[in-house]
């Protein structure tokens, strides 16, 4: 009796065991949020933004470009990366229609993809942010950095600037 009580708790306790070990083996699957963005991942863009950030991709629809949208959202504030792409018939044309949404303020930035050009975002209640808009063959893409901090300690104007440049780097790399 005492022999199958003993062979009883060793078949319990390697079910147990057995069961432990197939939880922790999907622990770091089940704990990963899924991040499909192609151009770039969220790590980066967390580093980009000043601290996590949670990252959404959208592929593209008729009409609508694929979309890679990083949010780092604190108390009363948030600070966005905004990654767009469309394959373009005509891109040339593609991304001068685009560019004039930056008005007189466009300026073109050279080793950036095939063609690119840097703006600012309007200042609207406090919010700012730097814009890129470029091509590479027949893609198009823009990216927005942006922040909704008055006076943000991490993404100054010149750090804005400093981060969308390096952001498109990046992005135009992963297209090449």
């Not at 939880?23 to 151009?39: E, H, K, M, R, S």
């Not at 100054?156 to 090449?176: H, M, P």
Request: with cysteine; hydrophobic share 40%; proline share 3%.
């Amino acid at each position: 009796m005492a022999n199958d009580r003993a062979s009883g708790n060793g078949r319990l306790r390697r079910i147990v065991l057995a069961v432990m070990g197939m939880c922790l083996l999907g622990l770091p699957t089940a704990a990963y949020a899924a991040n499909n963005c192609p151009w770039i991942n969220e790590a980066t863009a967390s580093g980009f933004l000043g601290g996590d950030s949670v990252g959404m991709f959208t592929s593209a629809t008729a009409g609508q470009p694929a979309e890679c949208l990083f949010t780092q959202q604190r108390e009363g504030f948030a600070r966005t990366l905004r990654i767009t792409m469309e394959i373009a018939t005509d891109p040339h044309a593609n991304l001068n229609s685009i560019l004039q949404t930056c008005g007189a303020d466009q300026a073109p930035i050279k080793a950036i993809g095939n063609e690119a050009f840097a703006c600012s975002e309007s200042a609207r209640k406090g919010a700012m942010g730097e814009r890129v808009l470029g091509r590479v063959r027949d893609q198009v893409f823009t990216i927005t950095l942006g922040t909704t901090l008055k006076d943000d300690p991490i993404l100054t104007r010149d750090e804005l600037k400093t981060r969308i440049y390096t952001v498109a780097e990046q992005v135009a790399g992963n297209l090449f």
